[in-house]
C-alpha cells in the first residue's frame, strides 16, 4: 500500500455521499480517553512511545524513546472552499478538506458558506502525543477516534474549541490536523519528532467523506 497523496487538485477526488460528524465541545472530560484541553503550552510534555520490543529480549528501560518532540507552526488557510495545511514542525504540506463536492469545489473563491470540512483522510501517530493550539485565540476543531486500525465512520467525532484552550491527542488517535472556523489560522504543533503515521483514505475505503461541522450552534449537548 503506498502513501498517500496529500497535494493534488479538489476535483481529482469523487463525488460521495457524506457521513455526518457529531460535534462536540473539548473539555477534560469529554476528550477522557483520546486528550486533554491545554490550558498553557508553555512547559506542557509530549507523550513519547517506547520503541516496540520485537522478541521476547525487552528494550533496555533507558533507551527507545530519546528522540524526543518536536514543534513548529501548524497553518491552515481556505482558499476559496479547499482547506489547506501545512506543518512547519515535520515539513508537511497537505489538501485537509473542502467544504462542498469537490467536483465543484473552486480554489478562487468560496462557492457555499464554510460551515462544515468535508474530510477525506485520518491519521495517528504511534510514536507519540500531539498538540494543537490556537496562536490566533479563534475557534477551531480537531476530529478524532479512539486508537485501533479499525477505523469506520461511525467511531470519529469532532472536538470544538473556543480558542481560549488548545487540545492534546494521545499517541494512536486518529486525527487529521486542526481545523479553523475563520478564514486562516496559526496554531502551535508539538508532536514526537519520530512522526511515524498511519494512514487511512476514507473516501477509498468507505465510500464516503466526513462531514465534519464548525459552528457552535451544531454542538451535540452531552
Known sequence: MTSPQYLFEASSKPSLPLH???????????????????????????????????????????????????????????????????????????????????????????????????????????DGGQMFFPLDRKPFIVPAALPGDNLTPDTVVAFWSDGSTGIYIHAGIWHEGVFPAEDEQRFLDRQGRVHARVSADIGKEFGVYLACPLRADRLKNL
Open 20 to 126: 455526518e460528524v457529531p460535534l462536540i465541545r473539548a473539555t477534560n472530560e469529554t476528550l477522557k480517553g483520546y486528550g486533554c484541553v491545554v490550558e498553557d503550552p508553555d512547559g506542557f510534555e509530549i507523550e513519547i512511545t517506547r520503541w516496540p520490543q520485537q522478541g521476547w529480549r525487552p528494550v533496555d528501560e533507558d533507551t527507545g524513546d530519546e528522540a524526543g518532540a518536536v514543534e513548529g507552526t501548524f497553518e491552515c488557510r481556505w482558499k476559496g472552499d479547499v482547506l489547506y495545511g501545512r506543518n512547519e514542525a515535520v515539513g508537511g504540506h497537505y489538501v485537509l478538506g473542502w467544504s462542498t463536492d469537490p467536483q465543484t469545489a473552486q480554489a478562487d473563491a468560496p462557492s457555499v458558506p464554510r460551515d462544515q470540512v468535508l474530510l477525506w483522510h485520518m491519521n495517528y501517530h504511534p
